[in-house]
């Protein structure tokens, strides 16, 4: 099963507020745009997707993610993550009405291709699947199958929400870089201890990490 990926990706400006103790204003829009390049070059190179979707009305981004080969999606709702993830499975529907759809966050520096294509696997056997992120209370990834809806309740506690409006949660092990996400210092630690891509250790080698 070949999958299209939509990632959801905010104006730069406002993203990764939270990694403010490790990267000042001046470093945290460059952040979080390599967050994204890795995931998306990532993405791509998994044999499981087909395409890679980005919705995101941050102009630096948008050329930076299509030089990859991501397709972008203006964020035409503008009313936050799950607006944004509705609307690009609704464009890629529109385009395919068949294709296995897959939200996925666009801060998983560490991201593998060969462990995508694990929980892809693991997510072509339901209609409606996710996966939980490495903190056990958030969610990295939910899959839509060609006959499911994608539904994202992402957001505080997303992991019980989406656990509460049916979808399955996936168990699949060894796949830590799909898990990783990226929100605080902690995070970051922990994806470089995974090994992240070129884009986020070339901006990421000159901060001081708290508690590295």
């Known amino acids: 099963m070949q999958w299209t990926l939509v990632i959801p990706l905010k104006p730069l400006s406002r993203a990764k507020?939270?990694?403010s103790d490790a990267a000042g204003d001046g470093v945290r829009p460059g952040l979080a745009l390599a967050f994204a390049q890795d995931t998306v070059a990532a993405a791509l190179s998994c044999t499981a997707v087909a395409d890679v979707a980005v919705v995101t009305d941050d102009a630096l981004a948008a050329r930076e993610l299509a030089a990859l080969g991501a397709r972008i999606v203006p964020d035409a709702p503008g009313s936050g993550l799950n607006a944004a993830l509705a609307h690009g499975a609704a464009v890629v529907r529109e385009m395919r009405p068949r294709t296995p759809v897959a939200a996925?966050?666009?801060?998983?520096?560490?991201?593998?291709?060969?462990e995508l294509a694990v929980v892809l696997g693991a997510a072509a056997e339901f209609s409606r699947a996710f996966l939980a992120d490495a903190a056990g209370l958030g969610t990295t990834l939910l899959a839509a199958g060609p006959k499911g809806?994608?539904?994202?309740e992402f957001g505080i506690d997303s992991r019980?929400?989406?656990?509460?409006s049916g979808a399955e949660e996936l168990q699949s092990a060894g796949v830590d870089s799909v898990r990783q996400d990226v929100d605080t210092a902690e995070?970051?630690?922990a994806a470089l201890a995974l090994g992240v891509g070129p884009y986020t250790a070339a901006v990421s080698a000159g901060l001081l990490i708290p508690g590295s």
């Open 17 to 19: 507020s939270r990694l």
């Open 104 to 114: 996925l966050n666009a801060d998983l520096p560490a991201l593998r291709p060969v």
């Open 149 to 152: 809806e994608l539904q994202p």
């Open 160 to 164: 019980s929400r989406h656990r509460a």
């Open 187 to 189: 995070d970051l630690r």
